[in-house]
Each structure stands twice: as structure tokens, then as C-alpha cells.
């Protein structure tokens, strides 16, 4: 809660509070992208990003608007 970053990227000095978040940062320097769509040939940085963009394929969409009850 001090918000200490001891991690920093070395390309832009960009801290970071955990060493993972600054591994996961430095894809965006280096430009790896070790999650493929099995679907597609679309690659990504993130496991996150991957999964996200999995409901394209899927149609999934979890959220519903309170207001108007369309799904996204």
C-alpha cells in the first residue's frame, strides 16, 4: 500500500510492484506474443488478452446492461 515500484523496465523506467507485472510489461518492448488463438492465427502478449478476445469465436459475452438488457 506505499507504493513502492523496486521494478523498473530497463527500455522505458517504467516501475513496476511486483517482478511478474514487469515481465508481463516488457512484451510490450520485445514484442513476444506466446498465446496463439488456436481459432486463428492471432497471437498475444497475455493469457488475458487471449481469452478476451476467445468470444469472437464463441459468441460468449458475460455481461449484461441493467438498463437495456444488451449483452457484451
Known amino acids: 500500500h506505499a507504493g513502492a515500484r523496486p521494478f523498473a523496465c530497463e527500455q ?6 511486483r517482478k511478474s507485472h514487469l515481465a508481463r510489461h516488457q512484451a510490450v518492448h520485445t514484442g513476444t506474443r506466446p498465446y496463439g488463438c488456436s481459432q486463428c492465427a492471432k497471437r498475444f502478449s497475455s493469457k488475458t488478452n487471449l481469452v478476451r478476445h476467445q468470444a469472437v469465436h464463441t459468441g460468449h459475452r458475460p455481461y449484461i446492461c441493467t438498463q437495456c438488457g444488451k449483452s457484451f
Open 12 to 17: 522505458c523506467g517504467r516501475g513496476f510492484s
